[in-house]
């Protein structure tokens, strides 16, 4: 027979454990959603004037790193120096550099918003083609038709790969910082598509780094020219526009890429891939 003091202990414990049990959860909580957001911080790019992070992301005119984007870095992410399985076809276009362009507006926008379009990326660690909706995203598809017209994109490196609480593969900066832009911003587009519904971008999807930021809820429409490409399932909300779908070989040459490994974050609070990623040639078309 259990007396009345120890059924008082009893019930005791056990509503400790019940607390201690709560207060775990809550932690865990705390640390995923810290997690999430140093990485969407990570990918707003730097920005300036008028202007990304997935990490960010976008384009700027003074070469300055945004704030939220400097203070950030998921400083959790597993970073080691791998083996760099693009280093010899790197080594190969190590004299190429990319052209210094600025434009005072964005293009007129003439692409057809009834097609598709496809943007052929040729890089040292393999090509990849991104089938991009022109009726979904009519300013950004026609952005990227015109800076790969005039050359633009033609050897500039993939930045920033991240690999921790988000998975994406950053480029678009002919500076290669994450501080670059063609001078002019884009409107935000798409943001409501079913396919990022829930607050994840799925495995495959191309969107448009940028210069928002969650916290202060500033920096929309603040696209420039950087871009992600997502190569694992990543917890992001619906502030970057996603344009575009990476093909089934494309997948691949980003799994190799993000396989590699990045390093420690630099001075500009990038972490680069140990892979050597250098678009030699960017081309869009009619699909």
């Given at each position: 027979?259990?007396?009345?003091e ?15 049990q ?26 300036g004037?008028?202007?990304a ?21 998921p400083?959790?992410a597993?970073?080691?120096k ?121 495995a ?37 526009t ?8 494309g ?34 078309g009619?699909?």
């Amino acid at each position: 027979m259990v007396s009345n003091e120890q059924r008082r202990r009893q019930l005791a414990r056990e509503k400790y454990l019940r607390q201690q049990q709560r207060r775990e959860t809550a932690r865990r909580k705390s640390r995923q959603r810290n997690v999430v957001i140093a990485a969407v911080l990570a990918v707003v790019l730097a920005g300036g004037g008028a202007v990304a992070a997935t990490g960010a992301l976008a384009g700027n005119n003074k070469d300055k790193k945004d704030d939220a984007a400097a203070s950030a870095t998921p400083s959790d992410a597993p970073s080691s120096k791998a083996p760099d399985p693009c280093a010899k076809e790197a080594k190969a276009v190590a004299g190429e550099k990319p052209k210094k362009m600025s434009w005072k507006k964005e293009p007129e926008v003439t692409v057809d918003k009834s097609a598709s379009y496809t943007m052929k990326l040729e890089t040292t660690c393999g090509d990849m083609s991104v089938t991009m909706d022109a009726g979904k995203a009519p300013h950004t598809v026609n952005s990227f038709d015109f800076l790969a017209g005039k050359g633009y994109f033609d050897h500039t490196k993939c930045h920033r790969l991240v690999n921790s609480g988000i998975y994406v593969l950053q480029c678009g900066d002919p500076q290669g910082t994450g501080a670059g832009g063609p001078g002019y911003t884009l409107p935000d587009e798409n943001l409501k598509d079913p396919s990022i519904k829930g607050g994840k971008y799925p495995a495959g999807t191309v969107a448009m780094a940028n210069q928002y930021n969650p916290q202060t809820k500033q920096g929309k429409n603040t696209g420039g020219s950087q871009f992600f490409l997502v190569y694992k399932e990543s917890e992001l909300p619906p502030y970057y526009t996603p344009f575009g779908t990476v093909d089934e070989a494309g997948m691949k040459v980003l799994k190799k890429i993000a396989n590699a490994g990045a390093g420690a974050p630099d001075q500009t609070m990038n972490t680069a891939p140990n892979a050597s990623v250098v678009i030699n040639k960017a081309t869009v078309g009619k699909s």
